[in-house]
Structures are given as structure tokens and as C-alpha cells.
């Protein structure tokens, strides 16, 4: 399965960037990492996803290390509405479906 | 665009019945993927279907089992329900694209509680 590593918890004052680390050293080249969040009892929220390249969206931005092993997801201005776990995932075209989620990270952002 | 739907939303049954929940997913998405979440085990994969065919499957016992009609609309079954079948179970759509599977999109998830 694949797995990733995160920080178990977070903290963050509302107004400030949010840095989330993750670790996923056995990312084969064709894989892909997304980004997932969940605030409590709803379903998983999509956020961004990148394979190499930096990537920005409306929500975040990804930085993706040059030997793929690591990236960190950045709330640019986090809200208490960013309160929630966040899921770093990788998958490629061969996952049919599958995403692996492991613990996340418990982002709390404070007033 | 509407979202994924996921009928009902709260279900209570006893141990040894069975159940049918249904997703729907978002118009145009035909890959659905169902998913269990517990606080013990977290979220695990329970299978995947693209045009009526599963084609991956998580550790589950054959007691969970799925289905996908020919408008993309999923079921997922669980028969003789235990109680640690207790669980939010989820659907996810996503458009079928080269190695970007991996953007789904989930529903707001069924709470199944078994007695």
C-alpha cells in the first residue's frame, strides 16, 4: 500500500500561511500526490494533486521536492474554516480507484 | 454542476440484516469508488467500479459487495451485518483520466449503526 508521512497534529493562527509537510520516499515516477481534507463527519475535499511541478489553485499551493520524496501542502491565509485533518495521498494510473489514506495531520487554526 | 449524492444519510439495523446504500455520482463521472471510515481503522477502500465492471477491490469479507448500473449510479451491499460494520461509508466519483484517477470527489456519506 502506499504510504505517507505526516505530521500527527498542527497548529496555526488564523491570518497565517499554513505549511503541511509529508513524506512519500516510495513514490514510483508515474504516481501522482494529492492533497485531501476533512472536517468533521463530512465527506473528503479534494484539493490539489501535482506530479513534479509546483501547483496552485484557489485553495492552495503544492510544492513538490525535486527527487519527489516530500512536498508541503500551503494554506496561504488560513481560516478557522481550515480547521480540519489533512490527507496526503499518492496514486498513479494503476490504482483504479484506490486512494490509501493513513492518519493525516489535525490542522487547528486558532482566532 | 451537482455533487455526489449518497442515499440515506443516517440508517440503523441490527446484526444479521442486510443493506443497500446508493451513490450517485456527478454527471459525466463513470469511475465510482466506495470507502469505509471508522475511529479505529480509519478510512479504507472498499472497491472501485468503472462501467459496470469492479476493477479493484480493498480487504473486505465477501459480505460487502457493489454494483454499478449503466448510468454510473453505484449500490454497495453489506449482508449480515455485524456490529463493527458500524461506520460512515463513502462514495467517491471521479473522471476516468490517465494517472489522475485520483481526483475524486466524495458524497456526504451514509452513517450506518448496527445493533
Known amino acids: 500500500d502506499a504510504k505517507t508521512t505526516q505530521p500527527t497534529s498542527m497548529d496555526c493562527a488564523e491570518g497565517r500561511a499554513a505549511n503541511l509537510p509529508c513524506n512519500h520516499s516510495t513514490i514510483s515516477g508515474n504516481e501522482y500526490v494529492y492533497w485531501y481534507r476533512q472536517i468533521h463527519s463530512q465527506g473528503p475535499q479534494y484539493i490539489i494533486h501535482?506530479?513534479?511541478n509546483n501547483e496552485t489553485n484557489e485553495m492552495a499551493s503544492l510544492i513538490i521536492t525535486e527527487d519527489r520524496k516530500s512536498s508541503t501542502l500551503i494554506l496561504p491565509h488560513a481560516t478557522l474554516r481550515d480547521t480540519a485533518v489533512y490527507y496526503c495521498i499518492y496514486a498513479g494510473g494503476t490504482s483504479y480507484g484506490k486512494l490509501t489514506f493513513g492518519q493525516g495531520t489535525i490542522l487547528t487554526v486558532h482566532p | 454542476k451537482a455533487g455526489v449524492t449518497q442515499t440515506p444519510r443516517y440508517l440503523i439495523k441490527t446484526r444479521g440484516q442486510q443493506v443497500t446504500l446508493s451513490c450517485s455520482p456527478i454527471s459525466g463521472h463513470r469511475s465510482v469508488s466506495w470507502y469505509q471510515q471508522t475511529p479505529g481503522q480509519g478510512l479504507q477502500f472498499l472497491f472501485e467500479y468503472f462501467s459496470e465492471t469492479q476493477r479493484n477491490k480493498g480487504n473486505f469479507p465477501g459480505r460487502f459487495s457493489g454494483r454499478q448500473f449503466s448510468n454510473s449510479r453505484s449500490e454497495m451491499n453489506v449482508s449480515t451485518l455485524e456490529l463493527g460494520d458500524s461506520a460512515l461509508y463513502l462514495c467517491a466519483s471521479s473522471l476516468v483520466a490517465g494517472g489522475q484517477q485520483g481526483t475524486q470527489y466524495f458524497g456526504p456519506g451514509t452513517r450506518l449503526l448496527v445493533l
Open positions: 501535482g506530479l513534479k
